[in-house]
């Protein structure tokens, strides 16, 4: 089946970092654009960052602007996002998904097609 799996997620102090992995099975990677969502409880999905298939395009909400980056390995079928210098509001279950074409930019977490389960951020002093 076509999976993704995220992993990296924890316990973090303000200010401190974390390195999420997402890692595809059942598919290739590098035909799909990634991206991260996050989603607090009581919130709707956020679009965190973006990544398109090749690399060359890479967005970023403002609210992680700076501080997070994505990227990929696609000889790893991997994508990251390393995440630097984390506030409380980080906080949530961040998601990976994949998406086919890219219709809007950036791209919105309806327009992903397939999923992660998430793992789970959580920065606390």
């Known amino acids: 089946q076509v999976q993704l799996v995220e992993s990296g997620g924890g316990l973090v102090q303000p200010g401190g970092s974390l390195r999420l992995s997402c890692a595809a099975s059942g598919f290739t990677l590098d035909r799909y654009g990634i991206g991260w969502i996050r989603q607090a409880p009581g919130k709707d999905r956020e679009g965190v960052s973006y990544i398109s298939s090749s690399g060359g395009s890479t967005d970023y909400a403002d609210s992680v602007k700076g501080r997070f980056t994505i990227t990929r390995d696609n000889a790893k079928n991997t994508v990251y996002l390393q995440m630097n210098s984390l506030k409380p509001e980080d906080t949530a279950v961040y998601y990976c998904?994949?998406?086919?074409?890219?219709?809007?930019?950036?791209?919105?977490?309806?327009?992903?097609?397939?999923w992660g389960q998430g793992t789970q951020v959580t920065v606390s002093s």
């Open positions: 998904a994949a998406l086919t074409y890219v219709s809007r930019w950036p791209p919105r977490p309806v327009d992903y097609d397939y």
